[in-house]
């Protein structure tokens, strides 16, 4: 670095160096210094106003510089300044210039690594922007991963309730008949019509139940009825059992052989009931009607148009219709008072075609069943078979089933009935009171 300094004058015009000058000067030079004029006092303060000059010019070690310094104002004395002096200037200033370069040093470190460290906030950046989006990516991933987990998850629950609503049903049907409440619970609701003779006043309030009890039998089942209960009871015991097939119908075998199992044959039986009667106060029962050619409908707007009329002590019909599985007629009038004078009268005379038939008017009582008990009953004649797989035809099953089931070595006996329902569909079986 050089450090200069232009001449100063106290004074316009031309100033003489004076006597002795020139030989300071050349003193100066043969000591190795630069001529600097009027320099001492601003060196000999420190070195604040030199820093602060060189930050203000933007020093840079790379490129030569100038200091410039001036000296304060006022006339100065330079021919005292001995040249151990000036060393020692000279020195300093070396010193100042070696912290100087440090300084540089430093700041050019410093440059370098915020440069440096802005890059890799810059490559950062552009790493967080490439992974929030494979975070996007993979989230979308992610959630579809879960969606088909999800439905291969409701798949197999769907499967998992099917599966136990069939074991359900089929428990059901094996253990209801030990909960006559639970069956009770389950029967589904119908029309019934009592009918029947009183004997005496002592039998009015009782009431005699023929069983008819139509139960549902599963596909791949089958219903055997023996001449003797030990027959049945014996099948029953031993439980499993292998029927031979010997058909035509088989191709590749022409004897085959499948197992079914056979399981009592339980059914709940009502041993009490309750009905709470109530009068329908504007209908009446018509009954012991004619057995004519004519349709129900012909029948019914006879008696309609019959009843209608105020001659025959009826009114305007609101509703007429037959009772299920009867032959007899519930007439409904719009108005009160009309159904009890015909009740009274008990038989009337209807004119239907060219005849006139007598026929009876009763009462109309509607009832609701309040108490119902059930008691379970077993078959002791009848056994279930269940497992039966579809193999041959519906005919041909059940004559293997039956011959089968009717030989004595296999544990069987004479069959009174079979009915079969092959696989894939469903029956009904009907069973009445035994009187044999």
Known sequence: MRCWAGPVSTAPGPRSEGPGRGEAAKRKRKAGGAPVAGAGRAVREGTAPLRAAASAAGMDSGEESFIRLFPEEGPQDHGSESPEELRKEIERFKELYRVLEQDHAKLRVAKEAAEQRTQ????????????????????????????????????????????????????????????????????????????????????????????????????????????????????????????????????????????????????????????????????????????????????????ELFFSKTKNGGSEVENREFLEDSDQVVLTFTEDGVAEPLIERGHTQVPIGKEKYKIKISPCMTGDISNLQLQPSRCPRTVLLLGIPDVLSEESMQDALEIHFQKGSRGGGEVDALAYVPAGRTGVAVFVEDTG
């Not at 499993?240 to 191709?251: P, Q």
């Not at 499948?258 to 009905?275: F, G, K």
């Not at 009446?284 to 004619?290: F, G, H, K, N, Q």
């Open 120 to 303: 890799e906030l810059k490559k950062e950046g552009e790493l967080h922007k490439i992974f929030e989006q494979q975070l996007s990516l993979n989230g979308d991933e992610e959630r579809a991963h879960q969606i088909f987990a999800i439905k291969e998850e409701n798949n197999k629950l769907r499967q998992q309730k099917q599966v136990l609503k069939n074991k359900l049903e089929e428990l059901k049907k094996r253990v209801l008949w030990n909960d006559p409440v639970m069956m009770q619970s389950a029967l589904p609701e119908k029309k019934m019509i009592f009918k029947g003779l009183t004997v005496n006043k002592e039998n009015m309030n009782n009431l005699m139940l023929t069983p008819l009890i139509h139960y549902p039998l599963p596909g791949g089942s089958a219903l055997i009825t023996f001449e003797e209960a030990k027959v049945a009871q014996r099948i029953i015991e031993m439980r499993e059992h292998t029927v031979e097939l010997s058909c035509g119908e088989l191709e590749e075998l022409d004897q085959c052989r499948v197992r079914v199992q056979a399981v009592p044959m339980d059914i709940l039986l009502p041993s009490a009931l309750e009905v709470r009667l109530t009068q329908r106060s504007r209908s009446i029962l018509v009954s012991e009607l004619p057995r004519l050619d004519i349709s129900k409908e012909a029948l019914l707007d006879k008696l």
